[in-house]
């Protein structure tokens, strides 16, 4: 019955999240105006986000060394939610489910190493590929 009851909750959790991170749109009324200096400020943001990966590519003086980067970049802002999610999960399995079974202990135990290294390598990645270009290409 516990088993069942942590499924719904963390089912509810996950689709409540998905459901609650609705883009918004902004509507160009007579009620709600938009100035040009918000809208250049908007133009200037996306433009922003759409060039970083050019920026990238000159930063690093290739498009290889670029692309990867960027990807990089991706990867350790991406980890961070997912691997807490990750750790939430085992410590369910650890503390909740794991009280009447050992292996579902131990495998809560797992998850919760698994995610932690996984989050940590992700974090520290981008960081030695920034070092490992800058000095190891001379």
Request: proline share 1%; net charge positive; charged share 20%.
């Amino acid at each position: 019955m516990k088993k069942k009851v942590v499924i719904v909750m963390v089912l509810t959790i996950i689709i409540g999240i998905f459901l609650c991170t609705n883009k918004i749109y902004a509507e160009n009324t007579e009620n709600q105006a938009i100035d040009k200096q918000t809208e250049s400020k908007i133009v200037e943001i996306k433009n922003n986000v759409a060039h970083s990966l050019e920026d990238y590519k000159v930063k690093y003086g290739s498009d290889a060394y670029g692309t990867v980067a960027y990807i990089l970049n991706i990867v350790r802002i991406y980890s961070i939610p997912l691997c807490f999610l990750g750790i939430a999960f085992g410590a369910i399995h650890r503390y909740i489910l794991g009280i009447r079974k050992l292996d579902t202990l131990e495998k809560g135990m797992g998850l919760i190493v698994t995610f932690v290294t996984l989050l940590i390598i992700c974090q520290i990645l981008p960081l030695a590929f920034a070092v490992f270009v800058k000095f190891g290409r001379g």
